[in-house]
């Protein structure tokens, strides 16, 4: 099953009811057959716009959770969909979190994608004739 990295903005709600909250997208996790493999609970933050719940309530602050989940591609959808649903949550989004890209010039292997490293004679030679024309823009503007 693939890792996902979900993230949860839940009303600003008491502590008893946020735990309900969490309690519910969990069991419905489970229900899609899937993993929680960690919950971290970021705090009650300002949101960066007024955003609504889905039953019309506007909300400056709300609560941020962020889960690790693993779950088949299929279920992920069915799951998203009735978390979406819970009216004590305002927004959710589901990032995919495999292996990060490492480009390959940086390990040491060959490069590929057309990706060539740039050795610090042609990086000078280059910063030096982009600051000479910035330089002589500069005095041609002034004349």
Known sequence: MPSYEMSIIAKALAKTETVQVLKRVCQTIWSGEGVIKRVEHLGVRNTPYIMSSPDGQKWTEARYVLMDVDMSIPNS???MSE???DFDVIRTNVVRTDQPFIRPC??????EFGEMPVDETKRRFWRRNKLKKTYMRTQNREK
């Open 77 to 79: 959808r069915t799951i």
């Open 83 to 85: 978390v979406r649903k």
């Open 106 to 111: 940086a390990t040491g292997q060959q490069c």
